[in-house]
């Protein structure tokens, strides 16, 4: 059992260019979140979804864009990055309402943007 | 948003004692609370939960105290290990509908242990 699996694990961008994070669950959760994690920030919320074909915005969505086209699998996409956008990128699934709330993390994804 | 705030960013412990990590937090409408637990280079993992109804849980020597009064949580680690040093984290969290669970996440604080 995978749980959650993200790829790219470390990336390296230019100003400017474009990236998608691929994060895929087995769990068959329906809840899916990206989170962005910075020194001295803790875990922000960049946008997430309750549900195959549907996504919202979390606390820090400007600059990302997302999309749940399958219920395993949820994209997070860069279009333009900034250096503003280096940081570690973590996807996290729960069951969702009635379950015990409980977040289930990838590994991390490490980007760099120069 | 929700505020969550850790008291300590660091916390050093001798191997063999106890460690007390707190936590505040600002909702009183949170019905639910995590802690978790991230090692350098991992995503977090779950350690223990509460739910707001309960003042006191107990897991393999872990306990989470949640004083509602106060507005306060805190991570009880017996017998502290050298595995036990890693960032703990807890998390406040407003179930609702269709809006996702929203977590909010406090800094970190960072756990030592001293072999």
């Known amino acids: 059992n995978a749980g959650v699996t993200q790829t790219p694990k470390f990336r390296v961008l230019k100003t400017g260019q474009s990236m998608t994070l691929l994060c895929a669950q087995d769990m068959n959760h329906e809840y899916m979140y990206w989170y962005r994690q910075d020194p001295g920030m803790g875990l922000r919320l960049i946008h997430y979804s309750v549900g195959e074909g549907t996504t919202a915005k979390g606390e820090v969505p400007d600059g990302y864009n997302v999309s749940r086209l399958k219920k395993q699998n949820f994209l997070l996409g860069l279009e333009s990055a900034a250096p503003s956008q280096t940081s570690v990128y973590f996807c996290?699934?729960?069951?969702?309402?009635?379950?015990?709330?409980?977040?289930?993390f990838g590994e991390g994804s490490r980007l760099t943007v120069l | 948003g929700e505020s969550v705030g850790l008291h300590l960013p660091t916390l050093s412990v001798q191997e063999g004692d106890n460690s007390i990590i707190n936590c505040a937090y600002s909702n009183s409408a949170s019905d639910y609370f995590i802690w978790y637990k991230q090692e350098s280079g991992k995503g977090p993992q779950f350690i223990i939960d509460i739910r707001s109804n309960m003042d006191k849980r107990q897991g393999q020597r872990v306990t989470v105290l949640l004083n509602k009064t106060v507005k306060h949580l805190s991570l009880q680690i017996a017998a502290t290990q050298p595995g036990d040093s890693a960032v703990y984290f807890c998390a406040e969290i407003s179930t609702g509908t269709n809006t996702g669970n929203q977590f909010y996440f406090g800094t970190g604080t960072s756990l030592t242990v001293i072999p």
């Open positions: 996290a699934s729960s069951t969702g309402q009635g379950g015990t709330g409980e977040l289930f």
